[in-house]
Structure formats: structure tokens, C-alpha cells
């Protein structure tokens, strides 16, 4: 059995964690399902390179497409888009150890999906928020740091969710070790919601979210995420300026205000200008993970009776973009916020 650490998806998020605990002497190996990445990453003469303000190296380091891989690792990072999890668990599977386990380093509640397939035990959840872009085979652009968190999904101190907080902060050495991922999970999900909506025009996160005529949007639009979290008993924290509190029925204008200016004053110095989901719309022209995010807490709204009306129009807009039936527009915000 491998003792070192399979990295399962290398792109933006995965390809960077990795990169930084290959220069920092773990063993690591890649999996992705881009044979040219995968090309790259085991050429010797190129290697994986992170580029940006952030650092820049190359690293050299094992790399296979997922039919290519043989043996057992004990600890598996799996760093898919969220609507792929399952069939990389499938894939996975076979080179997960009995006393194994799998890191989730991926956007939404993928832990569930994971431990419907792996195993409630052999399942570890983990919360990301730096910038970072797949920008070509071989090279992944890291545009800015951000916040980075770990805790067992039924929140035990366990051995190994230690040892992988102290990997982590190899990679971010603010990496937070907590005893509530899923509030972590919860709050990125009322964050992401104003991503979500960011990605349905052409301005910049920051851009987007300083538009002041908006802000009744990101004020519905969390509160909509955040009702539901609260019927479903968790209580989301907040990060990188956004403020959960500033969101929940109740909250002021002016809450809200103070943290979409934090949120602002967060992205406007970044590299990474735009969202992964605007790069999977206006430049990768691919699906996004709306169906595995967003939909997911609508439909939970629900079964509680919760209206998630602006969710709802969001995934209907987003749909409409990844179809061919609607254009990248700012307008589209604004028939968002008359929804």
C-alpha cells in the first residue's frame, strides 16, 4: 500500500494543493482525466507549474489518467468538479485501502456523496477558498490566497484529520482545524451563491458584488441559502468578508453593506479576477456545478417550505447559459434581481 497521498483531479484546486506538498518532499501522485495534463505533469522536461503572484515553481511528480492507476493509497485527495464526484469515487474506489480514506477539496456537499460511496468513515471534509485557474496543460495559475479548513464530517479530533491539518498548512499556513465543516460547507454555499450570479455577466467578482443597486440581490440571495441551512440545523460561519449574520432575516441594510464591501475589499486585489464558474461558461465552455450547488439547496428549500425564489431563477439563468439559449449579459443580473 502507498503511503503518501493520491491526488485525484489535478486541476485549479488539486493541482495546487499537490504542487505544494511535492516541493515540500511528500510523496504525491496526480490522477486527472486530461491526458495532456497528465502528459505534462510526468514529462520531465516540463512538470506541473504554478504561476501568479502568489509563487511560481514547477514541480516533477507521478501522473496517470484514472484507467492508467495501480495500487492502494490510504489517503486519497479528491479534487473534482462537484457534479463528477460520484463517478470519481467509482474510479477511485478500488485504490482506496480498508483503512482509508478520501478528502474532499471541492465546492458544495460532496462530503455526502462521497460517503454514500466510500463510507461515512472513510470520508473527510474540507472547505477552500483561494483563487486559482487551470490555464493549459502543465500550468495552473494561483491568483490569490484564501481561507482553508479541515474537520472529520462528524466532528472528531481525530489522528489523522491532524495530520492532515499539519499538511495542509504546508500549502496555507492559516489552515484552520475545525469541529463544524459543515457550517464552513453552508456559509461557502451563500458566498458561492453570489459567485454563482457574478458568473451570469462579464464584470469581475469584485466589480459585480460593488454594484449598489444589487445589493437587495446578495441580500436575497444568501438569506435564501441561509434559511435553509438554519432549517437544516447548521449554522454557517463566515470568511474572507463574508459575514453570515449580515444575511439571515432580520439583518440590516446596512450589514449587509459593511460585508459585500469587505467581500470587495477581499477580491479587488486578486489576480484571480473572476469565478471558476465564469471561466467554465466564457472560456473552458463547459457545465458548471449549478446542478450539484445551487439546485441542491433550492429543492431542500423545499421539502422545508422554504421559497428560494432568486436561487431558483439562477439556476433557470445559469441553465440557460450552459444550453446556448442565453448570452453572457450584467443585464442578466438585473432581470436576477426582478425575479
Not at 135 to 141: D, K, N, R
Not at 147 to 173: C, M, Q, S, Y
Amino acid at each position: 500500500m502507498n503511503q503518501g497521498i493520491l491526488v485525484w483531479g489535478a486541476g485549479a484546486i488539486g493541482g495546487t494543493i499537490g504542487a505544494y506538498l511535492v516541493r515540500a518532499g511528500h510523496d504525491v501522485t496526480f490522477v486527472d482525466i486530461d491526458r495532456q495534463h497528465v502528459e505534462a505533469i510526468r514529462d520531465p522536461s516540463r512538470g506541473l507549474k504554478i504561476t501568479g503572484p502568489v509563487d511560481q515553481f514547477t514541480v516533477r511528480a507521478p501522473a496517470f489518467l484514472p484507467e492508467e492507476v495501480e495500487g492502494k493509497w490510504s489517503c486519497i485527495f479528491l479534487a473534482v468538479k462537484a457534479h463528477h464526484t460520484a463517478d470519481a469515487c467509482e474510479a477511485l474506489l478500488p485504490h482506496l485501502a480498508a483503512d482509508g480514506y478520501v478528502l474532499s477539496l471541492q465546492n458544495g456537499l460532496c462530503e455526502k456523496v462521497i460517503a454514500e460511496k466510500v463510507g461515512t468513515v472513510r470520508t473527510v471534509g474540507a472547505f477552500v477558498n483561494f483563487g486559482a485557474d487551470w490555464i493549459e496543460p502543465g500550468e495552473i495559475h494561483y491568483g490569490n490566497r484564501g481561507a482553508v479548513v479541515v474537520g472529520e464530517i462528524d466532528g472528531a479530533n481525530t489522528l489523522r484529520v491532524r495530520a492532515l491539518h499539519e499538511k495542509l498548512k504546508v500549502f496555507e499556513p492559516d489552515a484552520i482545524l475545525t469541529d463544524e465543516i459543515f457550517s464552513y460547507l453552508w456559509g461557502k454555499l451563500a458566498y458561492g451563491s453570489l459567485l454563482f450570479a457574478q458568473a451570469v455577466g462579464q464584470l469581475g467578482i469584485a466589480d459585480c458584488l460593488d454594484r449598489p443597486e444589487l445589493l437587495p440581490l446578495w441580500r436575497d440571495m444568501a438569506g435564501e441559502v441561509l434559511r435553509v441551512a438554519s432549517a437544516e440545523g447548521v449554522r454557517p460561519r463566515g470568511f474572507n468578508g463574508f459575514d453570515p449574520a449580515a444575511f439571515v432575516p432580520g439583518a440590516s441594510e446596512a450589514a449587509a453593506r459593511e460585508s459585500v464591501a469587505a467581500m470587495v475589499a477581499f477580491n479587488r486585489p486578486n489576480a484571480k479576477t473572476h469565478s471558476g464558474v465564469w471561466r467554465d461558461l466564457a472560456v473552458r465552455k463547459r457545465r458548471t456545478e449549478v446542478d450539484m450547488q445551487i439546485k441542491p439547496v433550492a429543492d431542500t428549500g423545499r421539502r422545508h417550505g422554504i421559497a428560494c425564489t432568486k436561487l431558483e431563477a439562477l439556476v433557470r439563468t445559469i441553465n440557460e447559459i450552459e444550453d446556448g439559449k442565453r448570452a453572457l449579459s450584467d443585464h442578466n443580473l438585473n432581470e436576477l434581481l426582478n425575479a
